[in-house]
């Protein structure tokens, strides 16, 4: 988590150049803010996601939205361009650097495990410190943020981007299209606006990473050393923006996030028969779970009609 921490943290810092603040003032800034959150526990961590994640999506999302609508004739274009060089190489153009299927696979499935985390085997210390009744409805969250990341907010971005026409321009980095997209409806509040929604996603992203670290710490070395080692996160962070380079710190984070993930896919795989057997359980029970929430659901639409 340490290289994927500096990484995050570089990133977010990235955004406050917007705002002419430098690097380490800004990795000072997010140290802060990341300690004032950590230090409430899981409790603040989670009355702080609860909040800021939806918020930051909606507003991001309905950003996104304004785009493609001002550039409505170009959307349906937009959905060819996606389905077509799917599967067929093209050339660099603007800021798409992929000019391979292969490569077009590999930072494909990268960007989009960045975004949602899955089959890293990270997120299930944040989903097991849930309250439900049955796994299953928490692993049906699960789904559900996966979804919401990646399939509509990635999405929307990629439609933004396209249908904005900014990609062919060779001014933009790959980077900076997601701004330069929204720099070309809203015009210099785009830039203002994508450097802070992309601020609060990757914020949320740090928040979260020091609490699984904490967790972690919890279970190899006990409860004292945990709410020590926490501590160091913010620090690493912080001394990240003072000239380490970001590619380097990517390339790093891939390396040990491969080394994480392969063991937990093969454990999924020898969970299958489990997980069948929990999702059976929920969907299945009489009066419970799944069909006590259903039947609960048509007694309310029933009660509503009649009155």
Known sequence: ????????GLSATSQFAVFDISGPIA????????VLVVAGGFKRISTVMDYMVPIMAVVYIAGAV??????????IPAFGQIFRYAFTPHAAVGGFSGSTIMLALRWGAARGVYSNEAGFGT???AHSSADVDHPIRQACWGVFEVTVDTLIVCTFTALAVLTSGVWTSAKYESGALAQAAFNSVFGSFGDYFVAISVFLFVFSTIVV???????QAEFLF???FSKWWRWVYPIVMVMATFGIDLTMMYMITDGFLAAIMIPNMIALII??????KLQK???NTPDKYYLADKAAKEIKKAQKAAQ
């Not at 990473?209 to 967790?215: E, F, S, T």
């Open 222 to 224: 006990g409860l004292k």
């Open 27 to 34: 990795g000072v800034i997010i140290g802060i803010l990341t």
């Open 1 to 8: 988590l340490i290289p994927s921490l500096a990484a995050q």
């Open 209 to 215: 990473c020091v609490y699984y670290g904490q967790r």
């Open 271 to 276: 969970l299958v028969p489990q997980v069948a």
């Open 66 to 75: 304004v785009i493609i609508v001002a550039n409505i004739q170009n959307l």
């Open 281 to 283: 359980e929920y969907f």
């Open 123 to 125: 997120a299930p210390a």
